[in-house]
């Protein structure tokens, strides 16, 4: 063992060379220590492995049966006077090499059963995960299609307690990683995924769609539809799922999509009255024949080509800006909009009279996700063939 090849005999009448050679060994010990505290400090321990080293000196290297039954040994803590034997010196180095042992014993155990904690609770785990910031940057989850790698990702990020379907789809997760869940990082190389896998990942996209989507419908029912939640209603119709980010900000898009709503409301009804006063002034655009036989909406139809457009982006209707007042005075703009007021876009498509009623009527519902497969569809070609007709 390492201390007794450290023990070092020396002659006759030389203890103060004994008691040298200990301090010169201190001295270098002691400066080793502060490097391979900074260097090895947390692997080894406080003071690194030096912390365990030991060393003995006496002065009977020529009468050796003394050095092994007499108290005539000095060690490193160079106490002088009161010397002891050689077997009390072997037990005290024997003792700082146990201590040692038994922390690294103990730090084992410690990581055997936070290993076993680990590989017992896919909660543990996750957040584990969560605390390592570990990222896949691979294929790993990639190649789960494109909605299954999102409702992986959203599974990961998630502090709620697990479903069994959530349970599945981690599994899943898991064996993406490397073995030990200590040192847990993707593996090298995307695992493909077993049929269990692929199952387990499309039957946690139906679950995340179905709450996604009853949250989009209980947002619609609180705010009112607007762009955001068509968009996202639209997505999940089409099999997609919301990232992370988009499922965060859902609350937030929705309430700013009903404050624009009410502005939206107010530019309508002003659009209405400017579009009675025009088609008054503008009545002799329609030939006669056509306003006798459709009545006033027929130069509606006019003006609202002029002045009315639809945002490409957001799919909202685009009214002209309001009046511009300056003291008694008021400006109306000849000019057509030229932004949209919901997303703020200017890519504006001419007006289309799908968007009569919406002008008509205000924002009725419009058909969001489920409706579009049902008898949704059939109200609406309902709608426009009439509008057709008035028209
Ligand atoms: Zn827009």
């Not at 290297?61 to 009390?88: H, M, Q, Y």
């Not at 289309?352 to 609406?380: H, K």
């Amino acid at each position: 063992m390492l201390f007794l090849s450290d023990l070092l005999v020396f002659d006759r009448g030389a203890v103060a060379r004994a008691v040298a050679f200990l301090k010169l060994l201190n001295g270098l010990l002691d400066k080793h220590r502060r490097y391979s505290s900074s260097y090895y400090g947390d692997e080894w321990g406080r003071g690194g492995h030096l912390a365990w080293f030991a060393a003995g000196a006496c002065a009977h290297a020529r009468e050796p049966e003394r050095a092994l039954s007499e108290a005539c040994w000095d060690d490193l803590v160079l106490a002088g006077g009161g010397l002891t034997t050689l077997t009390d010196c072997l037990n005290k180095a024997r003792a700082a090499y146990d201590a040692h042992r038994a922390k690294e014993e103990a730090a084992q155990h410690a990581r055997d059963e936070q290993r076993k904690r680990l590989r017992a609770k896919p909660e543990a785990l996750r957040a584990y995960l969560q605390e390592k910031h570990l990222r896949f940057q691979g294929e790993h989850l990639a190649q789960f299609s494109g909605a299954g790698e999102t409702a992986l990702h959203l599974l990961l990020s998630s502090t709620e307690p697990m479903s069994e379907i959530e349970r599945d789809a981690f599994a899943a997760i898991t064996r993406q990683l490397t073995d030990d869940p200590l040192e847990a990082e993707p593996a090298p190389q995307p695992v493909p995924p077993t049929w269990t896998d692929t199952e387990a990942v499309a039957a946690l996209v139906e679950l995340y769609r179905g709450r996604q989507r009853a949250r989009v419908e209980e947002l619609a029912r609180r705010y009112g539809e607007g762009p955001a939640l068509r968009r996202d209603g639209e997505r999940l119709v089409d099999g997609g799922l919301l990232g992370g980010y988009s499922w965060d900000s859902l609350e937030e898009l929705a309430r700013r999509d009903q404050q624009a709503r009410r502005e939206q409301e107010r530019l309508r009804l002003i659009y209405l009255d400017r579009r009675e006063r025009e088609a008054r002034r503008r009545k002799h655009e329609a030939g006669v024949a056509a306003r006798l036989a459709h009545g006033r909406s027929v130069v509606y139809a006019i003006v609202d080509r002029d002045l009315l457009r639809v945002c490409t982006r957001c799919d909202e209707v685009v009214y002209p800006p309001e009046p511009e007042r300056r003291g008694t005075v008021i400006y109306q703009q000849p000019s057509q909009p030229s932004r949209c007021q919901f997303c703020g876009g200017s890519e504006l498509a001419g007006w289309d009279p799908a968007y009569q009623s919406e002008l008509e009527y205000g924002p009725g519902r419009r058909l969001l996700g489920s409706d579009l497969t049902s008898g949704g569809i059939d109200g609406l070609m309902d709608d426009q063939a009439k509008r057709g007709g008035r028209l």
